[in-house]
């Protein structure tokens, strides 16, 4: 049971333009969601993360927006650069629990 | 500040042999968290601990276990290693575990 859906595996932007990764999920329990970007053979980095009390929350380039009735979330990047390219991953964590269930991760290539 | 430091960053085992990991979180951070991440499974919580106790705990057999020392470092066993254990296992620490967590390179685990 994926509580976690990012439904698009890949994305491709070109440079100066708008990236934006979807990320939807199930549980109505969950109240705080995170990004992460990725790159091959590190961790995950952490980006920008939202309280379900919030609707968005922005820090630089990124942006998180919140939609609780859809169960839905979305990360704008904008302008896109080369070195966005990388895999990232929504996460989110259920009230009162220490646990963050993961999405699959979208692959992001930005095009120069 | 040093961030996540994980080690060993690769390991090779043999089947049916046991593996410890260990991870050494951010100053600080008293929320130890551990992933398994495979191609097509995403990260998988295992589980987290805080104050050298366990919080909660991921869908993982018995042959997973963890502990946490006093000074937060914690350490993540596989027992009678399987093929299919073979993954990045990372680590990841926060303050309180309530916020973002933050994590190390990980630990390439090859079992052959």
């Known amino acids: 049971d994926q509580q976690v859906k990012q439904n698009s595996p890949s994305l491709s932007v070109q440079e100066g333009r708008i990236s934006i990764l979807n990320c939807d999920y199930t549980?109505?329990?969950?109240?705080?969601f995170l990004w992460y970007k990725k790159y091959p053979a590190e961790g995950p980095t952490f980006l920008i993360s939202i309280s379900s009390i919030k609707d968005k929350n922005e820090d630089g380039r990124f942006t998180v927006f919140l939609n609780k009735s859809a169960k839905h979330l979305s990360l704008h990047i904008v302008p896109s650069q080369p070195g966005d390219s990388a895999v990232y991953f929504c996460a989110a964590r259920a009230t009162g629990t220490y646990k963050y269930i993961f999405g699959t991760g979208t692959r992001l290539k930005v095009l120069a | 500040k040093a961030g996540v430091t994980q080690t060993p960053r690769y390991l090779i085992k043999t089947r049916g042999q046991q593996v410890t990991l260990s991870c050494s979180p951010i100053?600080?951070?008293?929320?130890v968290s551990w992933y398994q991440q495979t191609p097509g499974q995403g990260l998988q919580f295992l589980f987290e601990?805080?104050?050298?106790?366990?919080?909660n705990k991921g869908n993982f057999p018995g042959r997973f276990s963890g502990r946490q020392f006093s000074n937060s470092r914690s350490e993540m066993n596989v027992s009678t290693l399987e093929l299919g254990d073979s993954a990045l296992y990372l680590c990841a620490s926060s303050l309180t575990g309530a916020t973002e967590a933050f994590f190390g390179q990980g630990t390439r685990l090859t079992v052959v």
């Open positions: 100053s600080g951070h008293r929320s």
């Open positions: 601990y805080f104050s050298e106790t366990q919080r």
């Open positions: 549980n109505s329990m969950f109240d705080y």
